[in-house]
């Protein structure tokens, strides 16, 4: 898939992976929907992409773990620029608990943003990822493989997701695993070009696909 003047929106594109994400994207020409709760984080790296990569970038306040947010992200995102290519389900939070001592409210709330944070984003933009022939990503974690000691709630809300994902079409990579969901029926080849990226807490490994 040529980059170049696609549209791509990122949920979690505040920091971490979702930012670095955004600036590999913004290097390639690509026009960005940012999409997260901390929104005048979100306008200032907006601003900062449009700045150095001269593309266009907005910023749009999103709590995934609301439907009704995730149905005005995609609704902005098509009034702003009349399509979408790409969606990437980054979005994400985590736990660290015994679950003897795990308020069960922490869970719930991981499925929430997770799992149907996925779920709603893909839902409400596949209908126009259709009529690009564009893509659908997730962003996984090797607990969502391999449940974890104290990671019971991330680990179940990670293998969710892969199984959501899953019936559609994936590939799994080392240390940051990503679902690329093909939105068309039709098989196509897919060649692979792993780039790693450096985060404020780590580095992912993370896979540019070309699609032929």
Request: proline residues 3%; positive net charge.
């Amino acid at each position: 898939m040529k980059l170049k003047d696609k549209v791509v929106i990122i949920t979690g594109a505040s920091s971490g992976i979702g930012k670095a994400l955004a600036i590999e994207f913004a290097q390639r020409g690509v026009n960005l929907v940012l999409a997260a709760r901390q929104y005048v984080t979100l306008c200032g790296i907006a601003q900062q992409l449009q700045t150095d990569y001269n593309i266009k970038a907005i910023a749009v306040q999103c709590d995934v773990a609301v439907e009704d947010d995730c149905a005005a992200l995609v609704k902005q995102t098509l009034l702003t620029f009349g399509k979408i290519d790409v969606l990437v389900n980054n979005a994400g939070i985590s736990m660290r608990a015994l679950f003897k001592d795990v308020d069960l409210q922490v869970m719930k709330n991981l499925m929430d943003v997770n799992f149907w944070g996925t779920v709603y984003c893909t839902k409400h933009a596949l209908p126009a990822i259709i009529k690009t022939h564009g893509s659908i990503v997730g962003i996984s974690s090797i607990a969502g493989y391999k449940g974890l000691p104290g990671r019971a709630g991330y680990s179940a809300s990670k293998y969710a997701m892969n199984g959501f994902l899953m019936p559609c079409g994936w590939r799994t990579y080392a240390q940051v695993f990503i679902s690329w969901w093909p939105a068309r029926a039709l098989p196509r080849q897919i060649s692979a070009i792993p780039r790693s990226i450096k985060t404020a807490g780590n580095k992912a490994r993370v896979l540019w696909k070309k699609i032929k």
